[in-house]
């Protein structure tokens, strides 16, 4: 049997983390020669290489990709560990917690989503950004966040997808053109201009193809990245916008936009991303079964 040297482990998430030999090596104090014999010792033990070499700069093979994984994994548990050992891990004591979701997913959907973490005074720091969805994965297989959200299927070795719910999606305008609308809905959209989110966003795919079928001569007036965004220039009458069920009440109550019609056919997905097949922490744990219920009462 082959036993794991953990220094040898620890020393190659450093280097990865670091971006190469010689940082990794000032960063341990220690020689580049010394710390790259220790880096083929470990890649000896594991049968395969970690990293190739291009020009001067070390890239993570697949191998080694899928390899720190278990690194960072291994490091933060057991950070955990020392900290229980130090009498830190107590359930009185705050827990980090952070989280990367893709920047097409809506702000407050978002904040939501971490409602029950942000509110229990269990968890924090609770660190929360929004990206690229090839970072967000990154973030996840490195270990660099618990949680990852996403209104795509995202597809990686490794890496779990939890489907959370769905929302449905409906057309909302201004009083006036949505009164209007609503009369031949949805004979009434053809000719019409739209706020819709940026080509390329899942929902968008999905909005175009309902367009086409039922809003022939139909006019993209503006396509902005940005959830928020696009709730607003649709409240300043630039055309019909679609908004998800879920955020229903805040367009209602703040823009005082009005539905025009469902969009039929027409869904979004929101999945939580892991690297475990079954949800064991417990923060994810709560994530998950608290949005499970809110987007069940949304259907």
């Known amino acids: 049997m082959t036993w794991l040297n953990h220094h040898h482990l620890e020393y190659f998430r450093l280097i990865a983390r670091e971006g190469g030999l010689s940082a990794a090596a000032r960063r341990l104090g220690i020689t580049h020669s010394t710390l790259s014999i220790q880096l083929k ?66 702000r407050t959907i978002v904040m939501e989503l971490m409602a029950p973490l942000l509110t229990s005074g269990r968890w924090g720091p609770v660190e929360i950004r929004q990206t690229d969805a090839q970072t967000v994965l990154g973030d ?61 966003v899942p929902l968008r795919r999905a909005l175009d193809r309902w367009l086409v079928e039922h809003a022939r001569g139909f006019r993209v007036v503006a396509e902005v990245d940005d959830a928020a965004m696009l709730r607003v220039l649709g409240s300043q009458g630039l055309g019909v916008f679609p908004v998800r069920d879920a955020l229903k009440a805040e367009v209602e109550d703040l823009l005082r936009a009005q539905p025009v019609g469902p969009i039929r056919g027409v869904t979004e997905r929101y999945y939580a991303l892991t690297m475990e097949r079954t949800v064991r922490d417990e923060g994810v744990a709560v994530v998950v079964g608290a949005a499970r219920t809110r987007l069940a009462r949304e259907r």
């Open 41 to 106: 010792q470990l890649e000896a033990a594991l049968g395969d290489a970690l990293f190739d070499r291009k020009g001067r700069q070390l890239v993570l093979t697949a191998f080694g990709e899928q390899v720190l994984t278990y690194a960072e994994a291994i490091h933060r548990l057991g950070a955990e560990l020392m900290d229980f050992a130090e009498g830190r891990g107590s359930p009185q004591q705050r827990r980090p917690f952070r989280v990367s979701a893709t920047a097409s997913l809506p």
């Open 140 to 200: 996840l297989v490195s270990g660099r966040i618990h949680l990852a959200l996403s209104d795509d299927l995202l597809v990686r070795p490794g890496v779990h997808s939890h489907l959370l719910g769905s929302s449905g999606v409906t057309w909302y305008a201004m009083p006036a053109l949505a009164t209007r609308l609503r009369q031949k809905f949805p004979t009434r959209l053809a000719g019409q201009g739209f706020v819709l989110p940026s080509a390329g």
